[in-house]
């Protein structure tokens, strides 16, 4: 079966500092994974998505950048932390025709900006 | 364009009371419409969805949603509410002019009073 692994789940880091989130899916191949960032009060804001290896596409202009080096790992980064970069993160694998491209979330990253 | 709007921000119902969240969509095409509850610091878990199949749609826990085409309505309602039920309720639309990629609404807080 399918499985979708996020972590850290809490994260508390200062205002300029490095992120790297990290997302890894199990039992699927080339799988359609998105990271969504869910803020206090909001529904969820679609960040980034990726079609395969290298292919990445950005929805919204922002201080976040995503990377796909390898099939299966979808890594969310930043090289300076804003305090509005401050929410929730969620990591998604979208399934195919055959699940009704049903998706799967991760447990999501609380992410804390001081 | 794909939209979703959920018509309260807050529902508070008295526990043994039901349950009704409300959306509307918009959508050119023929959606997949969804509910997923976030608990509190949790993640995303699907409650039921919608896909071109029976048009009342029975979920989890009890829940159960009505597509209603004429009105561009996919409201959630439960007959009796329990305090597990508190959460964020979030009504989500998808279709081919989205590329299946996941709506938002923006959330809908349910309090159950004892």
């Known amino acids: 079966s399918q499985t979708i692994h996020q972590w850290p789940a809490t994260l508390v880091q200062p205002v300029g500092s490095p992120l790297s989130l990290e997302c890894t899916v199990e039992?699927?191949?080339?799988?359609?994974l998105y990271w969504y960032r869910q803020a206090a009060g909001r529904g969820l804001q679609l960040l980034f998505y990726?079609?395969?290896?290298?292919?990445i596409s950005s929805e919204v202009p922002q201080n976040l950048s995503a990377s796909r080096p390898q099939d299966r790992q979808f890594i969310l980064s930043s090289k300076k932390l804003l305090l509005s970069d401050s929410g929730f993160y969620l990591c998604?694998?979208?399934?195919?025709?055959?699940?009704?491209?049903?998706?799967?979330f991760g447990s999501g990253t609380r992410l804390t900006v001081v | 364009a794909q939209s979703v709007t959920q018509l309260d921000s807050h529902v508070s119902v008295s526990e043994g009371t039901p349950v009704l969240l409300r959306c509307n969509y918009s959508?050119?095409?023929?959606?997949?419409l969804f509910w997923y509850v976030q608990h509190p610091n949790k993640g995303l878990q699907l409650l039921l969805k919608?896909?071109?199949?029976a048009t009342l749609v029975k979920g989890i826990n009890g829940f159960e949603a009505e597509f209603k085409k004429s009105e561009t309505s996919f409201h959630l309602t439960k007959p009796s509410a329990h305090m597990s039920d508190a959460a964020e309720y979030f009504c989500?639309?998808?279709?081919?002019?989205?590329?299946?990629?996941?709506?938002w609404g923006a959330g809908t807080k349910l309090i159950i009073k004892p």
């Open positions: 998604a694998w979208r399934g195919d025709r055959g699940t009704n491209y049903g998706y799967t």
């Open positions: 039992g699927t191949s080339n799988p359609n």
């Open positions: 990726s079609v395969g290896i290298g292919q």
């Open positions: 959508s050119s095409y023929s959606p997949s």
């Open positions: 919608y896909t071109s199949a």
């Open positions: 989500v639309v998808s279709d081919w002019g989205s590329n299946y990629q996941l709506i």
